[in-house]
């Protein structure tokens, strides 16, 4: 049995899907590998619709705010947000070490636009950083009080809190210039990179290269992903787990 778990886990960690394939195999793996269930159910990405957090306060917008999730909680569709404004949408926490990447795909966006940002918050939802499609930059979630700073040991920037990277330019085309989503964005596929141990954040988008857009999380830090929605949307995990 413990040999069985071991091959299990070792599957698990390499491929999760052949993992719990492997486990349907016969009522035996059944069995001896019941324990990884639970191991595979918290790599599960899915949007927490509980979490969501309004543009404001007023009842009407908030209904306007609300999601539909689909597909087991791997997508969601945001009606009708508000002009320029909408609410913060919060996946399942991520793991705290090692590198993590997860992948979000732009189902439908209002004039084709992007006006959505695709990134991680602090696992307590109270703060965020995402690339903005729109621009192709880097922008920070915004309190309900406006922009304050956060809290020591977190990185500052952007959005006028810090000069290295007040709302940096991520996205930039073959020659340096800046480049966004805006008029392409549905269909587009965001990944979203975490080092935990080194404390950095990166972005690839529809599968290019790595880009580095900011550094100095604590090593560590509790984070899941996070999206802003102004306008209609609908977007999904392009994958079931991490």
């Known amino acids: 049995e413990e ?7 070792n599957l698990l960690a390499i491929d999760l899907l052949s993992a719990l394939r492997c486990r349907q195999a016969c009522k035996l793996l059944r069995d001896h590998l019941a324990a990884l269930v639970p191991e595979a159910d918290a790599r599960r990405l899915q949007w ?4 969501t957090v309004p543009s404001t306060s007023r009842p009407e ?3 306007a705010d609300a999601i539909a999730l689909s597909d087991f909680g791997r997508s969601f569709k945001l009606a009708a947000a508000a002009r320029g404004t909408g609410p913060s949408i919060f996946g399942t926490p991520l793991p705290t070490t090692g590198k993590t990447a997860f992948s979000v795909r732009v189902d439908h966006s209002k004039g084709n636009e992007g006006c959505v940002k695709v990134g991680v918050a602090r696992a307590d939802g109270s703060l965020g950083w995402g690339l903005f499609l729109y621009t192709g930059r880097l922008l920070r979630r915004w309190e309900p009080a406006g922009t304050v700073p956060p809290p020591d040991g ?9 000069p290295e990277d007040n709302q940096k330019q991520v996205m930039k085309d073959a020659a340096g210039r800046p480049a966004n989503l805006n008029g392409k964005a549905k269909g587009a596929v965001i990944t979203v990179c975490i080092d935990h141990d080194a404390g950095t954040l990166g972005f690839r988008v529809n599968g290019g290269p790595l880009l580095e857009a ?6 560590g830090a509790a984070l899941r992903p996070w999206v802003y929605c102004a306008f209609e949307h609908a977007l999904s995990f392009a994958q079931a787990h991490l």
């Open 214 to 219: 900011l550094k100095g999380f604590p090593v």
């Open 61 to 63: 917008q908030r209904d």
């Open 48 to 51: 927490v619709a509980e979490m």
């Open 154 to 162: 977190w990185p500052e920037a952007p959005d006028g809190l810090g």
């Open 3 to 9: 040999l069985l778990q071991h091959i299990g886990r």
